[in-house]
């Protein structure tokens, strides 16, 4: 009995030590809890960011091996000490000194988080093995880098452990900015020079650093820019860095001659430090070239093509217009044509030119005051077609309108225009246009020219853009029109000879 009694005081001992030691944990992680609830709540408070952007940032930062432990970091370490689980929330502070629960210090600076992870995690497995311990990121941290330099507003602008050197470009950019010369000093003092022109066209990131708390960065005006267009890969506008001209500008910047390029007529605009004052015209030789031309801010380059070399052919008309367009409106361009090219592989070529109100029936060339006449629906649409018509420089190919309408006028009750209907007469149009004015017309005559003018019958097929008058012939309409004046002189002469009788 007394030994049972002794066993029974040593398990409530026991028991009792367990659970303090239980409620002092459980006190603690609370404790830590409502820190780092205080913690993610200043954090979102700075961010002014969605949960969906916070979580975005949270999942970037655990899959990135570049994430830099930074303070404002929060940590979550899980681990199991025996039987009980634990679970300890890390907050970064500016020492970077973070305490593994009571087992020991590690020191975060210039640590990544995965290095972070395993050092932490190693001091726990050391005291707890098989303790299955994690370290987690739960909240990366948001910190200030200060912006100066030829910026529109100078200030304090908001960055993370993943935001780089190029998240600062864009708007706050003025039209002075360089890109190539861009000043960052750390915390520590040490300033280094970047250049994000190398980071985006050669891909090099070691010009794009990640930012830090405490940097300072201060964008540079630009030194020299100069702009580079036509044949060349990549036309633009650069910043280019001191001893560098013509030669690297294409070799480089614009990354070589297109096999189109005339590299005999290469010119550039000067502007600064010009003769003219309206700026002087330069035109490259080969020896400039290879000489590596001295270039002066806003220089502007320009790199012909062969193809501006060839010939021209104009066209005008029915060409590109929609099927609503108009009587008035029409298209003049110019195309460029090879050498020996017919007017037959020129129109398949094009076939989008031509819609419902284009007459490629009755169209033709102009060439040097001959007109030539070309039936495109026979290049179009016979594919046994061929032509030996070869296009020569400054012809004009001309496409007349064809409007689907037929115009009705003279002694109708409303005359105008009205849509083509294939195989309808003219009684039909006629008849459209309210019919015959009655006393005006005699006998349904009519007059129908084609659209060149040419007379028809009434027997003949009635096509687009025909023309029908119906005639005022009525022996009334015409007596009704001379009627008061024959009137009005007979009066006069009546009265007249009646005066002449009375005087007498």
Known sequence: MKKNRHIFCVVFTIWICFGFCVFVQSAFSQEDEITTTRQTSNTDADLSASSE???RSIMLARSSADYRVTPGDVYTLAYAAGSTPVSYVITVDTSYRIRVSNLGMVNGAGKTFMQLKTEVEAVVTNNYPLSGVQLVLTQPAVFK???????????????????RLSTLAGGNFTGYTSTRDISVKSSNGQTRVYDLFKAHRFGDMDQNPYLRPGDVVTFNRIKRVVSINGAVERPGRYQLLDGENIKELIEIYANGFTPLADITRVEMTRVVNSVEIAGDKIFFSNDDLSDNYALEHLDSIYIPSVIQLRSILFVEGAVGIDISASLQTTNQFRIQFASGETYASLIKKNIAW??????????????KGERIDININEILYNISYRDEIVIEDEDTLIIPFRQYFVAVSGSVRSPGRYPYIPERDWEYYIGLAGGFVPGQNAKEAVTIRDIYGKKMKKTDEILPETNITAETNHFLYFFNQYAPLITTVLSVVTTFFTVMAVTR
Do not use: P
Not at 147 to 154: F, K, M
């Open 53 to 55: 952007d916070a979580s």
């Open 145 to 163: 880098v200060f912006v100066n330099g030829e910026v529109h507003r100078a200030g304090e602008v908001s960055a993370w452990g993943l935001s």
């Open 354 to 367: 031509f819609s419902a109100v284009s007459d490629t029936q009755n169209s033709y060339i102009m060439r």
